[in-house]
């Protein structure tokens, strides 16, 4: 096996959310992380799809970022974008 080249290799400990909501589209069950690593921003994870994004205040005013980060219709990704400006 090749010597693997590392860009870098940190433990760092973090703080996880699980949150699960029903909205009037659809279900969300998510997983927000706040770290160190993401100068303020949150990754956070859709558990049901695996689909995840680092998100800032600045993402969510960004037009289309939810929807596309997530696969989500407008309407799923105004509900998310709701519940994420409480925690972002």
Same mark, same amino acid.
């Given at each position: 096996?090749?010597?693997?080249?590392?860009?870098? &290799? &940190?433990?760092?400990?973090?703080?996880?959310?699980?949150?699960?909501?029903?909205?009037?589209?659809?279900?969300? &069950?998510?997983?927000?992380?706040?770290?160190?690593?993401?100068?303020?921003?949150?990754?956070?994870?859709?558990?049901? @799809?695996?689909?995840?994004?680092?998100?800032?205040?600045?993402?969510? $005013?960004?037009?289309?970022?939810?929807?596309?980060?997530?696969?989500? @219709? $407008?309407? $799923?990704?105004?509900?998310?974008?709701?519940?994420?400006?409480?925690?972002?």
């Amino acid at each position: 096996m090749a010597d693997l080249f590392y860009l870098y &290799d &940190d433990t760092e400990t973090t703080q996880t959310r699980f949150v699960s909501f029903m909205g009037e589209a659809t279900r969300f &069950d998510l997983a927000v992380t706040t770290t160190n690593r993401f100068y303020g921003k949150k990754l956070v994870i859709n558990i049901q @799809n695996g689909r995840s994004a680092i998100i800032g205040h600045d993402d969510l $005013e960004e037009e289309g970022y939810l929807e596309f980060a997530f696969n989500l @219709n $407008e309407q $799923e990704a105004e509900e998310l974008k709701t519940f994420l400006e409480t925690v972002i």
